[in-house]
């Protein structure tokens, strides 16, 4: 029978190390929120591949409606005979993005594929090109997407040059001392000292950070950036791939701020696992590109579609805007109580279900404790449980567990996380009594 770690020494001979693993178990099947190994070993899922499962695996109807692809059309290429079910999704999207200007849409495969085109798209339709991004954000790893990446290991060190006219500035952090009014102080400075605001494309911001530790935007930073995109004729794009789709109790997490973002990216949990992404935006502004300017050969591919049209429903039909909602009260709940407990947890933060743990040394939020989150991941795997770091400092537990998980199977999950900690950390608990 194969097993773990066979695969992990085939794996270290025939694939490139620049793709990490977070853990070396292998996954061979996979059910809502459980995942077992080639080994029968069973985990609850906190991951969802990084956010893509928010309708949990292999949910029934999304597996169904690919069936029915299947059978019916895999490929055409939307560029050269059309079908349906791309036209329908983008109705759909349409129809769920935020603010009342009409709007259009366009698919693509991967997250960092809809970044680029937004920023292409911004690009033609201002005739500028510079882009402002956040320290800390993670926009992918293509070249013009790792360029907006606020992170320079392991995404930006050794792949340069970089895309020119792309600043960053710091974004809004409480826990570490960065409030909104320095984050809009840095634009202001970067607009007197380097930058003059009308040769500014865009202005790109994830509402919660994820890659980047689920740091979250507060509202009225969201209110005074659309306000400074407006006073510049600066597109505002709203990266809400990992944040959307339910996940934080909203549709999308701009929604909390009331701000209509010009242009938005989507992806990840917008198919349920099938590659699928999508730009959103301003009618006006996603026609400013002339046919033939933007798309690609797999673009909006009939199965991705399928399995979005399906995940819409699900979203809708099961309540998982709602469902979101509850899950991160009691993520909240339980973990603020750990962090009574824990010294090691220096914040509990969250929107929604979007909810993460910091880890420092001493409860003190300039000392991350990198070391302990790594710990922390392998030894939830050990007892069960697949959980991923993040954060700038690599100090972030984040939680991404499908929203159609059960209350048992997320109580389930969180005991298994509280006692790889509690193992972990052990003296430390004690010497707090
Ligand atoms: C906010 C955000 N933008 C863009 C991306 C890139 O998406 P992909 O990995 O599908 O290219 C990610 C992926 O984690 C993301 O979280």
């Known amino acids: 029978m194969v097993n773990n770690s066979d695969l992990h020494r085939r794996r270290a001979a025939a694939v490139a190390r620049g793709i990490a693993n977070s853990l070396s178990v292998y996954a061979q099947r996979a059910e809502n929120a459980e995942l077992w190994d080639v080994e029968g070993r069973r985990y609850i899922d906190f991951a969802s591949g990084i956010s893509v499962l928010n309708t949990g695996h292999r949910h029934p109807r999304v597996v169904a409606a690919l069936q029915q692809q299947l059978g019916e059309l895999t490929h055409a290429c939307f560029q050269v005979t059309p079908y349906e079910s791309y036209v329908a999704l983008c109705e759909r999207l349409n129809a769920l993005a935020p603010g009342q200007t009409p709007k259009k849409s366009i698919l693509f495969s991967t997250g960092a594929e809809a970044v680029e085109n937004a920023l292409k798209i911004a690009r033609y339709h201002t005739r500028r090109s510079a882009v402002i991004a956040f320290s800390g954000a993670f926009h992918g790893r293509t070249l013009a997407t790792m360029t907006l990446t606020g992170k320079v290991q392991p995404y930006k060190a050794g792949f340069g040059p970089m895309l020119p006219d792309v600043f960053h500035v710091p974004f809004p ?127 909006g591919s009939p199965l991705g579609c399928a399995a979005a049209l399906a995940v819409l429903d699900v979203i809708a039909d099961e309540q998982l805007v709602e469902r979101a909602r509850v899950l991160g009260t009691q993520l909240m709940t339980r973990l603020k109580a750990l962090q009574a407990k824990c010294p090691a947890i220096g914040e509990v933060r969250g929107l929604g ?81």
């Open 173 to 299: 952090c409480a826990y570490h001392g960065v409030t909104a009014q320095q984050s809009l102080s840095a634009i202001e400075q970067l607009f007197k000292s380097d930058l003059d605001p009308a040769r500014v494309a865009a202005l790109i911001i994830e509402p919660v950070q994820g890659e980047g530790g689920f740091y979250i935007a507060p509202p009225e930073f969201l209110r005074s950036l659309r306000a400074l995109c407006d006073q510049h004729g600066i597109v505002l794009i709203a990266d809400e791939i990992q944040s959307g789709f339910a996940r934080t109790g909203r549709m999308f997490a701009f929604e909390y701020s009331g701000v209509e973002p010009d242009l938005m990216t989507v992806a990840k949990s917008i198919a349920g696992g099938v590659p699928l992404s999508a730009v959103i935006g301003k009618a006006a502004i996603m026609d400013a590109p002339p046919p033939g300017g933007l798309g690609g050969t797999y673009a």
């Open 353 to 433: 279900s979007m909810v993460a743990i910091e880890l420092v040394k001493n409860r003190r939020a300039d000392q991350p404790d990198a070391d302990l989150t790594r710990a922390l991941v392998q030894a939830s795997a050990a007892r069960g449980l697949v959980i991923l770091s993040c954060g700038i400092y690599g100090n972030v537990i984040r939680v991404l567990s499908p929203l159609t998980i059960s209350d048992a199977l997320l109580n389930e999950g969180l005991e298994l996380l509280e006692a790889a900690l509690t193992d972990l950390t052990a003296g430390q608990m004690a010497a707090t009594g």
